[in-house]
Structures are given as structure tokens and as C-alpha cells.
């Protein structure tokens, strides 16, 4: 038994529909979820600055004496997985592998679309990431940098659930432009017969009753914080490091960002209240000095 608490971090909010997703399959867990919403989007940046935010988070976690870090961004996954596994002592679990492996199980025309963030897409991560487990799928891969933007605005325009005020509401502007965007994004995903669509980034499954709506009931979602938060399970079960489901787990929240803003919408995408979160600074985290072991073979793009 180990009653450390898991690290899980993101460029922001996103990350805490994987959190959301460990809390649930493992209820006596305590968490430190890390957003760093100062910095946020990562999406559009160069891989080596994304990687450097991976290690100096991973290392501001591990000094909060967490017994795992999750790496809840495909970007920052894409980016960055391989230099913290090479860097940290703790096991490192990144989003991309378990998304991969669950759309190569569910498809059946072995045909799989994946949409995320530009950094995600370009690194080429999921088709490397399928490619391993399975030769014969076939990744279409487009990058929907909007859906970010425009999760981020519909947290910050309303209260409530965002799946349920996209699918409810605000018939004026978000839901058409949503659409619209989302048809022009996603046709050629239809038109190239995928059966299976990966939600490549930890924004996308609050936009997926909507997306689901696009792509049509016969194509298969897949949700990359559910599967994530199978591996985090599997792996700590394996390793005899389960907490005691017993304990009353304590949550801890921190953020680059505005730490009352922060707990207010992290509150609506982790569906339980965040009462407070610490502000910890940019300058903070540049001055904690992370060994990047990186070499040349760290070019290689990681997916796991
Ligand atoms: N949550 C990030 C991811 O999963 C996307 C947001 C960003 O661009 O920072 O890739």
C-alpha cells in the first residue's frame, strides 16, 4: 500500500477529464493535479519549449512526494514523455499509448481518425503509437486547434456542465460556429471511412456528445483520460501501490495561473468542487533545476 498521492499535470484545464477519470476508477486516491494555465495553449509551441514545461512540472511534482506522474496532454506527452522517463525515478504515464491501444481494439474496418492539437499532430505520435501495436490500422490524423480555443471560451462564458451547455444552449453563437467548424474539421475524416475517432486532446471529451453528433453513432469515440486512467489502475495495482480504498482521499490544485479562476472552472470540468488552488509562479518553476538527460535519440517522438 502506498498512500502518496499521483501527480497529474496539463497546459491547463483539459488535464482534469483524466484526473476526473482517476478519481472515479480509484476513489481512494489522492491527487496533486498541476494546470499550467500561465502557459496554456501548448499546442502551438515548439516541442523543446513544451519539453522543458514537461520536466521542470515533472520535477515540481516529484517534490511533492507523488508516487506517479501522468502527463495529462497529448501535446506535452508528444513532447516531452520520454525525457521525464529518462529524468525521473518515478513512473511516468503519458496519454497517447493508451488512446492508441483502445482505438486499434475498437475498430473493425481498421480505420482510425485522430484529431488534436497542432503540436500533437505534427509530432506524429498516434500513428507511431499504432504503428507499434498494429501495423495494418490506418491513422487519419487532422489537427482542430479551435476545439481548444473553443472549450476554453465556453468555460469561461457560462456556468454548469460544458457538455450540457453545448448541447442545450447558447443558440446564438457557440453551438452553430461549433458545428460549422466541426464539419469543416471532421468531413474528411468521414469522407476517409473511419470508424473509430481518437479525442486526441484532454479538452476534446467535453466537446464529445457534440463531435459524436458530427461524426455519426456508428463511429466509435475514444476518450484518452478513460483509458489513461485504466493504465494508472493497471500499474499501480501491479506495483503493490494502491492506497487503501478506505482512505478519505485529499485533492490538492495548483496553477500557473489565477488560482480563484482556476478552482472555479476546474470545478466544472472536474464535476466536483475545487475549493482552492495554490499560485505557483512561472519564475518558481524556471528556477528548479531539472537534469535533462535528453540525447539525440530523444528526437525520436514518444508515445506513450
Ligand atoms: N490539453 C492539451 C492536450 O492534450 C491541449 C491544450 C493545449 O494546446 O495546451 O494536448
Redesign the pocket.
Known amino acids: 500500500m502506498d498512500k502518496r498521492p499521483i501527480g497529474i499535470f496539463?497546459?491547463?484545464l483539459?488535464?482534469l477529464t483524466v484526473a476526473d477519470a482517476v478519481m472515479a476508477a480509484l476513489p481512494g486516491e489522492s491527487v496533486v493535479y498541476f494546470g499550467d494555465t500561465a502557459r496554456?495553449?501548448?499546442?502551438?509551441?515548439p516541442r523543446d519549449d513544451v519539453r522543458g514545461f514537461v520536466l521542470q512540472i515533472g520535477e515540481w511534482l516529484s517534490r511533492h512526494d507523488v508516487k506517479m506522474i501522468v502527463v495529462?496532454?497529448?501535446?506535452?506527452?508528444?513532447a516531452g514523455l520520454k525525457a521525464a522517463r529518462r529524468t525521473f525515478t518515478i513512473p511516468v504515464i503519458g496519454?497517447i499509448e493508451p488512446g492508441a491501444r483502445a482505438a486499434v481494439t475498437a475498430t473493425r474496418n481498421r480505420r482510425v481518425g485522430v484529431i488534436?492539437?497542432v503540436?500533437?499532430i505534427e509530432s506524429g505520435a498516434y500513428s507511431t503509437a499504432v504503428r507499434a501495436i498494429d501495423a495494418g490500422v490506418t491513422v487519419y490524423s487532422i489537427a482542430t486547434?479551435r476545439f481548444?480555443d473553443l472549450v476554453e471560451a465556453g468555460l469561461h462564458m457560462d456556468s454548469g456542465a460544458l457538455e450540457d451547455w453545448f448541447a442545450d444552449a447558447s443558440d446564438v453563437f457557440i453551438r452553430p460556429a461549433f458545428y460549422e467548424m466541426a464539419r469543416d474539421y471532421l468531413d474528411p475524416l468521414k469522407r476517409n471511412g473511419v470508424d473509430t475517432l481518437v479525442l486526441?486532446?484532454?479538452?476534446?471529451p467535453l466537446l464529445s456528445t457534440a463531435i459524436g453528433q458530427v461524426m455519426g453513432s456508428d463511429v466509435h469515440l475514444i476518450s484518452?483520460a478513460e483509458e489513461t486512467a485504466r493504465q494508472v489502475a493497471g500499474s499501480l495495482r501491479a506495483r503493490g501501490q494502491l492506497s487503501d480504498e478506505g482512505v478519505r482521499p485529499a485533492h490538492v490544485f495548483a496553477t500557473t495561473g489565477d488560482p480563484d479562476e482556476f478552482a472555479r472552472f476546474g470545478s466544472r470540468v472536474l464535476r466536483r468542487p475545487i475549493v482552492s488552488a495554490t499560485h505557483v509562479s512561472i519564475a518558481e518553476l524556471e528556477a528548479l533545476e531539472v537534469p535533462d538527460r535528453s540525447t539525440a535519440d530523444e528526437e525520436d517522438v514518444a508515445c506513450g
Open positions: 496539463d497546459s491547463g483539459g488535464g496554456c495553449p501548448y499546442g502551438p509551441r495529462a496532454c497529448n501535446t506535452g506527452t508528444a496519454v488534436g492539437t503540436g500533437t486547434p481548444v486526441g486532446c484532454t479538452h476534446f484518452s
